[in-house]
């Protein structure tokens, strides 16, 4: 049921379209159906950005009534996003001059954008989104701030703002801050940006999160700081798949297809050993088999997993879409055979759930997941999506792979129906959250 007195939410979300990959996502489908659930939307976001990833049809899912204002982003020189991205749709056997200019200065701007870009780059976006999430609060009349995570300035321009006009605010973190397993590694930095996470935390009406046990260990950290802990996961939107063309690179071919982005803790390198080695040992046909990724391959400055094709000689095995629009890397996942999920290594991975998890259960393709145990593996699990290998055991990827494959060669197809996905379709979601603003705001 709609309420009849509508809340005015303004979303903060510095990624939000044009800028596309699975980050926009959350502020996204929040702002298309908040208003089914008696809510006026506005999004406070970021002006003409400069991001590897860009995707402005993503803007069409937004109704009509949703306000978008886009705050201004000072720029330091040679620090945009654009400069450092690798061209993924480049030849993998080419490595960009780019690439390589700018795995020599890496160091160098890292240890720079470290000492003055504080919680994260975008900390240059603070100054003019306050100034004009100010002006849309006296404007408009703003009964709730949502700030959702990351970039954690979003939570910083959030604070700013409940401190000047005592709107109700929801603070909403997709990762964890300073107990997340990409943390700052200099004591001195994770002691300030620890400082400024106990602020947020203490200042927010509702510290929201996307799992429980991200939940439990703000919790254990933050204690009575915490007036409220809510929890609404991340999720797919059954809309984004209706008449959805499945796209499939070489028909004849089983395919394999993994969406989303690698860096150090997450890489496909032992995933892409095991099957050079099955294809060496003559247990997989080399014109059989097709590995596609879209997405980031390499994160920007690095090029170890195109050296790591290289080196296997895999380059006819191996195929790099580079970024696509949403849809058309959907169109991917439904065109193919197994989904792969890579799921990072360190040590406190079991706590996450990657979103292109939700993207693959709506598929309903199975799925080929190397992760450790934890919330993405009970998920797995309990709604039987696929086969679930440890990411450091060679020996199980291979055997996993030989498994599938003879199933694909015996025209052995695996059906995958997934019960009860409503606490994960993101319209539900914006229900659970309109609930929140509501009793928050009429608790006053």
Known sequence: ????????????????????????????????????????????????????????????????????????????????????????????????LKARLIHRLKPALKKVKELILIPDDQILWYKDAVRLGEEIIKKEGVDCIFSTSGPYTNHLVGLQLKKRTGVKWIADFRDPWTQNMHRPS?????????????EVVSNCDVLMTVTHSFANNFQKKYGSAIKRLEVIHNGFDPE???????????????????????????????????????????????????????GVFDYPGYTDNEDCVRTLGLEDVVY??????????????????????????????GAYIPGKLFEYMAVQKPIFALTVEGESAKIISEQKLGVIISPFDKEQIKAELLKAYQNWKNNHEIKISPANTLLYQRDEQARMLSEVVYELTNSE
């Not at 690698?262 to 046909?285: C, D, H, M, T, W």
């Open 320 to 349: 790099v879409w580079g970024n696509l629009p949403h849809r058309d890397a959907l169109s991917l996942l439904a065109g193919a055979d197994q989904l792969l999920l890579i799921g990072d290594v360190s040590k406190d991975s």
């Open 186 to 198: 200099s004591k001195w930095r994770l002691e300030k940006e620890e400082k400024m996470e106990y």
């Open 1 to 96: 049921m709609v309420p009849m007195e509508k809340k005015h939410v303004l979303i903060i979300a510095y990624l939000f379209p044009p800028i596309g990959g699975g980050g926009v996502q959350r502020a996204v489908k929040m702002a298309k159906y908040l208003g089914k659930y008696g809510c006026k939307v506005s999004v406070l976001t970021v002006d003409e950005p400069s991001h590897v990833s860009l995707d402005p049809s993503l803007l069409e899912q937004l109704p009509k009534d949703v306000a978008i204002y886009r705050a201004k982003e000072r720029k330091l020189p040679g620090m945009s996003a654009r400069t450092v991205a690798v061209s993924q749709t480049d030849d993998i056997s080419v490595p960009s």
């Open 240 to 294: 984004d798949y209706k008449n959805l063309k499945p796209n499939k690179l070489y028909p004849d071919k089983w395919t394999f297809v993994y969406t989303g982005i690698f860096y150090k803790e997450r890489n496909p390198r032992l995933f892409l050993q095991a099957v050079a080695e099955l294809i060496s040992e003559g247990k997989i046909v080399r014109n059989d088999i097709s590995v596609q990724f879209a």
